[in-house]
């Protein structure tokens, strides 16, 4: 199979299920930006070491291209004629949750935030914050999305609760590392 088709030459391409569509529309939008994230997440981990980190990454990933599929499939498209889900994985609260205790272990090792933090904090931290931003990104284009086309609220809520994630660990990553975290503070100019 050859990577190139020729079928988007002209600014349109395929959903999930077949249906073809603007590659400027709401969803070729939301898919693409998740699949950014996912890009940026593994730069990211080009400068991390440590193992917990990068399996929690490495599964944050695998958890976007889930995102990405049904992102891209239309909500009239995921269930076959049998009732069954076009779609092999779909996320639930369960990855929520991972996200969500992951979160809270490693708010035991840091100090509570008392201002806003500037990103930054070394290399791993920035990358971290870039991600953050993206995802922050993603989410709004979901939600975008979800004022025209149905999407399950689960994709919304994990896209928030990763940013949440990407922040934390962002701020966790500086701490193991031993690298002052920058804070904006109205009052100390």
């Known amino acids: ?103 809270d272990d490693f708010e035991k090792e840091l100090k509570p935030l008392q201002y806003f933090i500037l990103p930054g904090g070394g290399r791993a931290a920035t990358s971290l914050h870039i991600c953050r931003t993206v995802c922050r990104r993603a989410e709004r284009s979901l939600v975008f999305l979800n004022e025209s086309e149905e999407v399950r609220p689960e994709l919304i809520k994990y896209l928030n609760r990763l940013s949440d994630y990407l922040f934390v660990l962002a701020r966790y990553v500086s701490h193991l590392n031993n690298e002052a975290e920058e804070y904006w503070n109205p009052n100390a100019r």
């Open 1 to 103: 199979m050859k990577i190139y088709t020729k079928t988007g030459d002209k600014g349109e391409t395929a959903l999930y299920g077949g249906t073809r569509v603007s590659k400027a529309s709401s969803r070729v939008e939301s898919y693409g930006t998740i699949d950014e994230l996912n890009s940026f997440i593994g730069f990211a981990k080009c400068e991390i070491t440590d193992t917990t980190i990068l399996t929690q990454l490495k599964k944050i990933q695998f958890d976007l291209f889930t995102v990405g599929s049904e992102s891209a499939t239309p909500t009239e498209k995921l269930t076959l004629a049998n009732g069954k889900s076009r779609l092999a994985l779909m996320i639930s609260e369960v990855e929520i949750e991972d996200l969500e205790k992951w979160m």
